[in-house]
């Protein structure tokens, strides 16, 4: 697939009648027409309009494939529009440039050198509400991680390996620049802006002025900048207090006023989540956070992502984020008062009222206001806890003594809420249950669609059908992210969506294999499973890498270590039998679950990035997911959810505080215990590749899979049949 790393200037000529500049142009042009006085930057060149030019006078205009110096001079009048209608016309036909022409009129109007657009909302959050999505309506890349960066001169995109291929499908290479974080010599964003300000600071003796809105970064990133520039000062220029660069927060986010159709920010109710579901009580987890504030010397905790705030207070929403059980709100606990900000139309119903009645309900934007007045209340005395990398910038940023009042650490609910009770993980295990009844009805439909009446399905009918038989169960609310249904090639593109009308979409039948990687939100617990099928004759290679991927699967899935051990250390067991063959996969090997809520969770994972140091606990539930991908062919991956425990199981009670009892001696020791319940496809296995312990694994987790989904399935019917075909035991050499 072609990499999308080269861009050509593209020719365009604003004309701005005298009459009516509105209805002459679109809408994506109007913001030129307010500044008649000003140098406009044309896109991706550093070709501008002159004043002169937007009163009639004349303007350089870059031909596509030629510098400024080879273009030649085109003449416009304030009345004239025929002599520029060819020149205007790739730019009035594409997506990208309009955008990008727009929003360098507003950096130029506020002195701005550089504008960075996230994918962040306020709360930091993975999926973001439609209203929040500026970095996808700028680019036209909508992958949830990514960050754009545009100056006066260039438009870069930063994602992750998960969404190169993507990030090259979507973007438009004559306006952007795709940056493959994590790959040699693409530097992070921070160090990026330090080289940019250098040399700026070289040109101009001015400080390069970079523009943030504050509540869609967390404050961690600033600090990132910070020492960037001043690295990049000490380097560059000897000084490392010299300002070469000013973050710059002044002003309204500067994507809105180009989104025209920008969506309302939604305010979908709360409902409460049942306490047998949550397992313990908001007064409950009050009580233990208020103990925590007292050895931290915090008289205030603020929690802003949507999931911590879900969790503390036992609810959930369904609307505000898609695929998330979440909704838009913060939430502050004091020695003396819990309480909750956001829209009040959030909390109308008879139940949630009741819920909340011993919590002080206040409009989402007092926040800021409220958490400035507690620290203004007792300079001296009053700290507030907070976790900088999981808090936006400008809620940290309200702290007027942020060295002397500011508590800067891991926030009490997120331990609380990766380790789940046994309530909360009795609701996993059920909903996996489901799960697996669900996908052995969608199973049977699908095998008997493509091998008995030999038709094909396309990707879409694949989501839509597996939807479908899990919102037959009960409990379903809705999918738990956006089903990734990808035949052949799309398997490859590890976040993919099939969409209807596109060029991309294919459809499934027995020449090529499908990836399925799908989940469930139910009202007591998270799906999320990968598995990869063929209907047909799969290519020795292919048998090849599903078997060492499913041989990586297993090894995760045996291990046994001692408590402390940090996610990172585990990941080789996944790639091992990968890597004697050559060959690895660019994603982690597993996330974090929540509990009825969102399927990415921290802050542990499985990851061959040693920077998280986490470590595995009793009650984290992690995703185990290799895979291997080779772009314009295929995708394999192979996904179960599970728990950790202690290998003993006098480990594994739960005793209260203080009921004198106290653990086994000695080190513990973990292990995992499978939550996914769906067979493994068995004639894609190469057995000569899998030892007898692997077969034996394979037969034991089919047994499993069968005793506790059969109860679910109706005798006789097509999804009981293709269970136990699926789980009979392997066959062997």
């Known amino acids: 697939m072609r990499s999308l790393i080269c861009r050509a200037p593209v020719a365009a000529l604003l004309v701005i009648t005298s009459a009516s500049p509105a209805s002459s142009f679109s809408s994506t042009a109007s913001p030129l027409a307010q500044n008649v006085g000003r140098n406009i930057f044309l896109p991706t060149s550093r070709c501008f309009l002159s004043p002169s030019a937007l009163r009639g006078g004349s303007t350089t205009v870059p031909t596509p494939g030629k510098s400024l110096s080879q273009t030649t001079q085109l003449r416009s009048t304030a009345t004239t529009t025929e002599e520029v209608t060819e020149t205007m016309a790739e730019v009035a036909e594409d997506v990208a440039g309009p955008k990008l022409v727009a929003l360098r009129a507003s950096m130029a109007e506020k002195g701005l050198d550089v504008v960075l657009v996230p994918s962040d909302d306020p709360h930091l959050s993975e999926y973001t509400p439609d209203a929040y999505k500026r970095r996808g309506f700028l680019t036209d890349f909508h992958g949830s991680a990514g960050t754009a960066l545009v100056t006066q001169d260039e438009a870069l995109l930063w994602t992750d390996s998960r969404y190169f291929n993507e990030a090259n499908l979507q973007l438009d290479a004559r306006y952007w620049k795709l940056m493959k974080q994590g790959q040699p010599k693409v530097p992070t964003i921070p160090k990026f802006l330090g080289e940019l300000a250098a040399k700026h600071y070289k040109e101009s003796s001015e400080p390069l002025q970079i523009g943030i809105d504050p509540f869609v970064h967390p404050a961690a990133f600033a600090k990132e900048v910070q020492d960037a520039l001043g690295s990049a000062a000490r380097k560059e220029l000897d000084d490392e207090d010299l300002t070469i660069g000013k973050l710059e927060t002044s002003h309204p986010n500067l994507v809105d006023p180009l989104w025209e159709s920008r969506p309302p920010i939604p305010t979908s109710p709360f409902r409460v989540h049942p306490l047998e579901y949550a397992g313990l009580s908001v007064a409950d987890k009050v009580e233990k956070i208020r103990a925590q504030m007292t050895e931290q010397k915090a008289t205030l905790a603020v929690f802003c992502t949507l999931d911590d705030v879900a969790y503390l207070l036992n609810m959930r929403s369904m609307g505000d984020v898609e695929t998330c059980p979440v909704g838009i709100a913060y939430a502050t606990i004091s020695h003396d008062q819990v309480t909750l900000y956001c829209d009040a139309a959030k909390v109308q119903s008879p139940e949630v009222k009741e819920h909340l009645a011993d919590v002080v309900v206040k409009p989402y934007d007092d926040i800021v206001g409220d958490i400035k007045g507690h620290c203004e209340a007792a300079p001296a005395t009053n700290k507030v806890w907070m976790d900088k990398s999981r808090s936006n910038l400008a809620l940290v940023s309200s702290i007027p003594a942020p060295k002397q009042q500011l508590v800067d650490s891991q926030n009490a609910v997120t331990p609380m809420k990766a380790c789940k009770n046994e309530a909360e993980m009795e609701g996993m295990r059920k909903a996996h249950i489901v799960d697996g009844a669900a996908m052995a009805k969608f199973m049977a439909w699908l095998e008997h669609t493509i091998v008995v009446e030999g038709r094909s399905v396309s990707e879409v009918e694949v989501d839509e059908v597996l939807t479908g038989c899990r919102a037959e169960q009960p409990g379903f609310m809705e999918v738990s992210f956006p089903t990734i249904a990808g035949v052949g090639s799309n398997g490859a593109i590890i976040h993919y969506r099939a969409q209807a009308g596109t060029d991309l979409l294919k459809s499934l039948d027995k020449s090529k294999p499908i990836l399925i990687d799908s989940g469930g939100q139910y009202l007591y617990g998270t799906t999320d499973v990968t598995r990869t099928w063929h209907f047909g004759e799969p290519t020795e290679e292919f048998r090849d890498l599903y078997t060492r991927v499913l041989k990586g699967n297993i090894g995760v899935d045996t291990m046994v270590f001692p408590e402390n051990t940090p996610g990172f250390v585990l990941d080789v067991f996944a790639r091992k039998s990968l890597w004697e063959a050559g060959k690895d996969y660019g994603h982690g090997t597993g996330h974090g679950v929540g ?139």
């Not at 984290?620 to 991956?637: H, T």
């Open 595 to 733: 509990a009825a809520l969102n399927v990415h969770e921290g802050p542990h994972s499985i990851s061959p990035r040693w920077g998280n140091k986490e470590a595995m606990k009793k009650g984290m539930v992690v995703s185990n997911e290799p895979g291997y991908y080779e772009d314009g062919n295929f995708g394999i991956r192979i996904e179960n959810l599970l728990e950790c425990q202690y290998v003993l199981d006098e480990n594994n009670e739960e005793k209260k505080e203080d009921d004198g009892e106290s653990a086994p001696a000695g080190k513990k020791f973990l292990k995992f215990d499978k939550l996914t319940m769906i067979p493994i496809q068995k004639n894609l296995i190469k057995v000569e590749l899998l030892s007898s312990e692997e077969l034996d694994w394979l037969d034991s987790y089919h047994e499993e899979v069968f005793a506790k989904v059969s109860p679910l399935l109706e005798a006789d019917s097509p999804a009981m049949k293709w269970l136990e075909k699926s789980c009979v035991k392997m066959d062997r050499l």
